[in-house]
């Protein structure tokens, strides 16, 4: 079965076409990065701008690239929650008129679970696993019973880790996205400079918050310019790093260990960090648990993972109509639509 994948949640539009969940045929992907640099972060409006003048564009290379016409193609899958409302609206709304010109079904695909899909194309993992789900606006440790069954047992409570990260950066100096700079400096730095916090969060063993690490680097910034003190900030970048491994690796062993799961997946645009997938690796290999990361071209937004995604969720017996519409905030264990 040969699923079109759309993905248009936040500043890249990309378009897919996956066999069977597993079998990328194509993925394209136009970034919006070097125009969102001149702002230091993503304009909702423009992004979705950017994504009505290149989705037509960049659904002709996918299905080229793949060697098929629209007409081969079984199933239409889209990204419809959650993002940002804007870019979310362009995809759905472009994927309903092509699920309507053709008369294919219309699979709706959560943008998180397609993250978690990302690993199903990239190196064969199946279910069930507990995965940390780490982006810019989410920190999730979900357990995956099933393709489609997902069970939240911790999220971060204020700022997600992608965030935490782009503002220490920005803080740090580094442009936008400045996720990537701080990894890299962390590398060159002493991360025994600095001491910061861990928060832990009353209730939960498994939630997260990043907020009051992130205030304490931009405390630690602005101290050091009152009182005219220079920083290393490779030294200040290695220590946040390696406070952020602690946390994620605390809370993921311990939650492995309870619900005696034996497989952790990385996904999401963090898990590109190469300092939480070092930690994490001899975290597992200490634990003889296995571990499962996709390569860097599937951590970020693609539509390969939700045409993956999309084609379970239509296994699952999920589609919809004409009244999709895009939703701005959703759990991942929504599972609002009909059986067809």
Not at 12 to 18: K, Q
Not at 86 to 107: C, D, R, S, W
Not at 173 to 182: C, D, E, M, Q, R
Not at 277 to 301: F, H, K, N, V, W
Request: charged letters at 20%.
């Amino acid at each position: 079965m040969k699923i079109l994948g759309i993905e248009s949640s936040c500043d890249e539009t990309s378009v897919a076409v996956v066999e069977d969940g597993i079998k990328v045929l194509s993925n394209v992907i136009v970034s919006q990065i070097e125009e969102h640099q001149l702002y230091g972060g993503v304009v909702p409006e423009i992004a979705s701008r950017r994504h009505c003048e290149s989705i037509v564009k960049v659904t002709d290379m996918a299905l080229n690239q793949a060697g098929l016409s629209l007409e081969q193609i079984d199933a239409i899958a889209v990204t419809y929650a959650p993002g940002l409302i804007g870019a979310l609206l362009v995809g759905v709304n472009f994927a309903k008129g092509l699920a309507l010109a053709t008369q294919k079904p219309l699979i709706p695909v959560h943008h998180i679970r397609g993250h978690i899909a990302a690993n199903y194309i990239s190196n064969g993992v199946k279910p069930p696993f507990l995965c940390m789900i780490m982006s810019g606006g989410h920190s999730h440790i979900v357990r995956v019973k099933s393709y489609t069954e997902f069970e939240i047992i911790g999220r971060t409570r204020d700022d997600a880790v992608g965030e935490a990260y782009d503002k220490a950066a920005r803080a740090l100096g580094f442009p936008y996205p400045g996720g990537i700079h701080l990894d890299k400096a962390a590398a060159l730095g002493d991360k025994t400079t600095f001491c910061f916090p861990k928060p832990k969060v009353e209730g939960s063993a498994y939630d997260f918050s990043f907020s009051g690490l992130k205030t304490a680097v931009l405390n630690l910034i602005h101290n050091a310019k009152q009182k005219g003190v220079s920083l290393n900030v490779n030294d200040v970048a290695a220590c946040f790093q390696q406070t952020v491994c602690d946390i994620i690796a605390q809370r993921l062993m311990a939650a492995a260990e309870e619900f005696g799961e034996r497989k952790i997946v990385l996904a999401g645009g963090v898990s590109a960090n190469r300092g939480i997938r070092a930690r994490m690796q001899q975290e597992c290999e200490q634990c003889q648990i296995e571990l499962y990361m996709p390569p860097l071209c599937y951590c970020g937004d693609n539509a390969a993972m939700i045409a993956a995604q999309g084609y379970f969720e239509w296994k699952d017996k999920k589609a919809t109509g004409m009244d999709l519409n895009a939703v701005a905030s959703l759990p991942i264990t929504d599972n609002k639509f009909n059986i067809i």
